[in-house]
């Protein structure tokens, strides 16, 4: 279906996600049959309105408690009743994340563990409705990616159960700071609390970056609509998109491509030189395009050694697996990050000692050049026994003899 991309100049929240999908055209079936499974019948009525802010339309949903509601569940419960549910395995583990983060922030916030946090904080019942609506929904809209533009902090106080509370408040700081989320700030804002724990604790798990998209082909808009009247309409937008890049190799001026990456990165100081060489091979094989070294000075003066790993977004899972099973750090961290990638193919040319492999490179402007692979610059010095920028000139002498052995890749 293309990209979707969050858009919230006026804050980030549960409810304003959830109105914005429906308005995209996701089905209120979608969003009611996981809460159904959840033993929620009969709890909640969903009132999903079309309704104006600052004159601009949009859809409002609000979640209206029918029955009673246990004041004082923990989120161990919670969790239990999410695990059983026989909902969609896919739909399930994205909420179980969500709520984890909320929990987690929240106990870190509070001095606790994240099983003694109360239910009012991570799932009181309109917040129980957003996160499953709306993992729900982006499962059933299943986007290529998901990308969330930098949501705005607010500023001054805001009313919670716990009093009077600073804006940001504590638990969107701590999930800021644990999923690197960047947040907008500055006295532009309007004033309060714009982008809430449950918004961002949803993005933080579900959105692959916080970033300006590119050029963007746009296909759907489903607008959700905030309860505050502010200075400006207040409103999230969910845009369904095609990306719109040049990406043809064969055009007349091709560009480089952005490419979503995951950083892994562990100091070790604990672990020989031969262990660090054995976990990087190990982490190439599972599937890290590069692994670096560098030395640092850790605790106490002790030396130790930087591990960086670069990770696609597909393959972390299982590097993550190869840092924590195989390497002697007791955590890893991560990063999202991202770099421009040239169009490549792999071919040979012919050289005085027979054909080598190169990569040829297609630039932005549409020039080419190669680069003449290592292994192959070793092994032909070494039998030749000439040097290997000896070698690598000798081919580059031939470029226009190259002979693609497959199509353009990134």
């Known amino acids: 279906m293309g990209s979707l991309v969050v858009d919230c100049p006026t804050g980030l929240a549960g409810d304003m996600l959830l109105a914005a999908c429906l308005d995209l055209g996701v089905s209120r079936s979608c969003v009611e049959q996981p ?9 909640y009525r969903l009132v999903v309105e079309e309704g104006r802010n600052g004159g601009l339309r949009g859809l409002q949903l609000d979640v209206e408690a029918v029955a009673p509601q246990t004041e004082h569940r923990h989120w161990r419960d919670l969790r239990g009743q999410i695990d059983q549910a026989p909902i969609d395995a896919v739909v399930k583990q994205r909420v179980l994340a969500v709520f984890s983060a909320l929990a987690e922030a929240e106990a870190a916030v509070h001095g606790t563990s994240p099983d003694q946090v109360h239910f009012h904080e991570v799932g009181a019942l309109d917040s129980l409705v957003d996160v499953v609506g709306v993992c729900a929904a982006i499962t059933a809209l299943a986007p290529d990616r998901l990308l969330c533009r930098v949501p705005p902090a607010g500023r001054g106080t805001v009313q919670t159960a716990h009093g009077c509370l600073p804006v940001p408040a504590p638990a969107v700081l701590e999930l800021a700071r644990r999923y690197r989320v960047p947040l907008r700030s500055g006295p532009d804002l309007p004033s309060g609390e714009l982008t809430t724990p449950t918004g961002l604790a949803l993005m933080a798990v579900l959105a692959d970056g916080f970033e300006e998209p590119g050029d963007l082909v746009v296909e759907g808009v489903g607008i959700g609509l905030g309860h505050r009247q502010l200075d400006r309409p207040n409103l999230l937008r969910l845009l369904q998109v095609q990306e719109f890049q040049r990406l043809d190799p064969g055009a007349a001026e091709p560009m480089a491509t952005w490419q979503e990456l995951v950083v892994q990165e562990a100091w070790i100081d604990d672990a020989s030189a031969e262990d660090l060489a054995a976990l990087a091979d190990q982490l190439r094989q599972a599937g890290a395009l590069e692994v670096a070294t560098a030395q640092v000075l850790m605790q106490k003066g002790r030396p130790g050694m930087a591990m960086t790993a670069l990770v696609l977004p597909e393959q972390v899972a299982a590097v993550r697996e190869v840092w924590l099973g195989a390497g002697t750090s007791l955590g890893v961290r991560e990063r999202r990050q991202g770099r421009w990638v040239l169009w490549r193919r792999t071919g040979v040319c012919p050289s005085p ?58």
Do not use: C, Y
């Open 35 to 43: 809460l159904s499974a959840l033993g929620l019948d009969g709890a």
């Open 353 to 410: 000692w027979g054909e080598l492999r190169v990569k040829q490179v297609r630039r932005p402007g549409g020039s080419l050049s190669l680069k003449v692979e290592h292994d192959e610059l070793r092994r032909v010095s070494l039998q030749a026994n000439v040097s290997i920028e000896q070698v690598r000139m000798a081919v580059l002498t031939q470029a226009e003899r190259f002979q693609p052995l497959g199509d353009w890749t990134l």
